[in-house]
């Protein structure tokens, strides 16, 4: 089993950054594919960045691109997502995810083994 834990959200004004932090703990010894999604109420979960552990290539969702950094901690088995320039549309919960699989494609949730429990992030106008 692995746990992940998210932490950082908030609610901040357009524009602003924010910093989430996702720790992961349990049988981590072989990880592949960590990720971030996001879901607002009553919408289907939406990817918005992805990393491959070992290469650490790192994939952005068009949304994304040019304002978040997905980065590890492999030291602290600690996954981060960097947000600067905030929108309101970016308001969601946004949830870590995990796989032991070198899965192929990481935009899609249901490729992920774990999942974390989700922290809120609110952009105001």
């Known amino acids: 089993q692995v746990q992940l834990v998210e932490s950082g959200g908030g609610l901040v004004q357009a524009g602003d950054s924010l910093t989430l932090s996702c720790a992961a703990s349990?049988?981590?010894?072989?990880?592949?594919?960590m990720g971030w999604f996001r879901q607002v109420s009553g919408k289907e979960r939406e990817f918005v960045a992805a990393i491959r552990w070992i290469s650490d290539n790192r994939y952005y969702a068009d949304s994304a691109k040019g304002r978040f950094t997905i980065y590890l901690d492999r030291t602290k088995n600690t996954l981060y997502l960097q947000m600067i320039s905030l929108k309101p549309e970016d308001t969601a919960v946004y949830s870590c995810?995990?796989?032991?699989?070198?899965?192929?494609?990481?935009?899609?949730?249901?490729?992920?083994?774990?999942w974390g429990q989700g922290t809120q992030v609110t952009v105001s106008s």
């Open positions: 349990g049988r981590t010894i072989v990880t592949r594919v």
């Open positions: 995810a995990y796989t032991r699989t070198d899965i192929m494609t990481v935009t899609t949730a249901f490729a992920y083994d774990y």
